[in-house]
């Protein structure tokens, strides 16, 4: 039974023309699998509630999905077309605004006007941070060039969702193995590259209450943490931090269960960065929710760190003070 409130955090939709984005990733596959996708992608009012509802999902922050304007080429259209979704977006979560929440979607392109729209938008429409789909035409986000966007985000006290991409390029490694370039592994590689780029970039020292949110359980950097210390020491390439890389975990870099339904996974993504940093999602529509409601309840957590992990830390991170009205006012009690 689905008894403890939950908060979902990696949930996407799709904005009016963002499939042009979205469709070369999945040109591949069934079409009836990339048509109920793009049904689900679109939907705000029906089917994404009742799962919500089924599994006690209280609130839901969505997101674009992958790869968004991450891929465009044209900077100006990428500024435009990322404020013309965020206004789609604040529309729809303004028809179930104790159900929903947003990510923004920023065009790093030009990170002052990221950072501006991030701005905004927060201001505006209350968006809860923003989610960005990796890379930006091959550039990484450890640079000072990207640092007008980090400060404005430290500033605004909003989490930044670091989500999985497609390789800028390729390694020869796996090279005429396309299964294994997508979300089965080379995604998950993607973003924790890019996620340790930002940390060995000193990204978290020149801004050090700007908080970071990996999915797929960290995407394994939670499991390495003490043998990218080791390793650091023997080998720092001429770089310095503040602190141990393995302290970065659990401050600045905090996780979601999204599309991971594994309890020795999650029991050892808990021990090695503490419950308070992981955070339950789903990753709709591109996993079952009721797989990953089932999941977290059948994990074998005692009752407050499921709590943590199903909605308090999630209402600490965003500020969601109103929850508990929220539980008595949407949430089945199943």
């Known amino acids: ?67 968004g304007v991450q891929a465009e080429a044209d900077s100006a259209l990428a500024i435009r077309r990322a ?12 028809r179930h605004p104790k159900r929903f929440g947003a990510f923004a979607h920023v065009a790093l392109q030009d990170p002052a006007s990221a950072a501006d729209e991030l701005e905004r938008t927060v201001r505006e429409y209350g ?32 989490p930044i969702y670091l989500h999985p991409a497609a390789f800028s390029a390729p390694p020869a490694l796996l090279a005429g193995m396309p299964v294994l370039l997508g979300p089965t592994w080379g995604w998950g590689v993607e973003t924790a590259g890019h996620a340790l780029r930002l940390l060995f970039g000193g990204v978290f020292d020149r801004f050090p209450r700007l908080v970071l949110l990996l999915g797929h359980m960290g995407e394994f950097l939670p499991y390495q943490r003490t043998r990218i210390d080791s390793r650091f020491a023997a080998y720092p390439s001429g770089i310095e931090l503040a602190r141990k890389p393995s302290e970065y975990f659990g401050s600045n870099i905090l996780i979601t269960t999204a599309g ?14 503490g419950a308070e940093a992981v955070l339950f999602s789903v990753d709709y529509p591109f996993e079952s929710t009721e797989e990953a409601c089932t999941f977290i309840e059948n994990a074998p957590l005692d009752a407050a760190t499921r709590a943590l992990v199903c909605h308090g830390n999630a209402r600490r991170l965003f500020k969601l003070e109103t929850f508990e009205a929220l539980e008595e006012a949407v949430l089945p009690q199943v």
């Open 1 to 67: 039974m689905n008894t403890t409130p939950k908060i979902a955090l990696e949930e996407h939709f799709s904005g009016p023309g963002f499939e042009q984005y979205w469709a070369p990733f999945v040109s591949a596959l069934p079409r009836a699998f990339t048509v109920e996708i793009g049904a689900r992608l679109s939907d705000f009012d029906d089917r994404r509630i009742d799962e919500m509802d089924a599994g006690n999902i209280g609130y839901s922050i969505l997101s674009e999905t992958t790869p």
């Open 83 to 94: 404020r013309e979704n965020n206004e789609f977006l604040a529309g729809r979560v303004a």
């Open 127 to 158: 968006f809860k941070g923003a989610l960005i789909n990796g890379h930006t035409l091959g550039r990484y986000y450890e640079h000072r060039d990207f640092d007008v966007f980090w400060e404005r985000a430290e500033a605004l006290g909003v």
């Open 260 to 273: 991971v339904c594994s309890a020795p996974a999650l029991l050892g993504a808990i021990g090695e960065i």
